[in-house]
């Protein structure tokens, strides 16, 4: 939990499913991919919630008195990597903005490392836009740095 602020740390359920779709659109807009965001409330609810083995999991930071979420990191798992243990990709991490700077990201960061960890990952995984220089300083406080081994590459279909 943030040392100042009245959130816990807890794994999204479906009755989140709004909530935790709003702030993956909060996070569209907020990389500059909304034209292209398609993810419905419907999609979150199945494809998280409704499956035997989830597209994802997510953690989520609850603020104890409303219930309100202040953030989140939407993340699954690459069962084989080179290194004969599994990875946990972060495929969104993100905090409200009348949040940020007050150590919920902190919080919301280690709890994903707790779970990489329980899970006997490896590693952690993530992708940062090179102008997001805010998150790059976090994760770089954070212990992390760059991969420049690869090149990413992607084809749109």
């Not at 329980?118 to 997001?132: D, E, H, R, S």
């Amino acid at each position: 939990m943030a040392e100042h602020l009245p959130y816990i740390i807890r794994y999204a359920t479906e009755r989140d499913t709004h909530q935790l779709w709003q702030l993956m659109r909060e996070l569209a807009v907020f990389e500059r991919y909304i034209d292209r965001f398609q993810i419905t409330e419907e999609m979150v609810r199945k494809q998280g919630f409704h499956k035997e083995h989830p597209d994802f999991y997510a953690l989520v930071a609850e603020n104890i008195h409303t219930k309100a979420l202040g953030a989140m990191v939407v993340y699954y798992f690459i069962p084989f990597t080179a290194i004969a243990k599994p990875t946990l990709f972060i495929k969104e991490f993100y905090v409200s903005e009348s949040l940020r700077g007050q150590g919920l990201g902190k919080s919301l960061f280690h709890a994903v490392k707790q779970e990489a960890q329980a899970a006997g990952c490896g590693n952690i995984q993530w992708k940062v836009a090179p102008w997001n220089k805010a998150a790059i300083r976090f994760y770089e406080r954070e212990g992390a740095t760059p991969n420049n081994e690869w090149v990413e590459f992607g084809i749109n279909l």
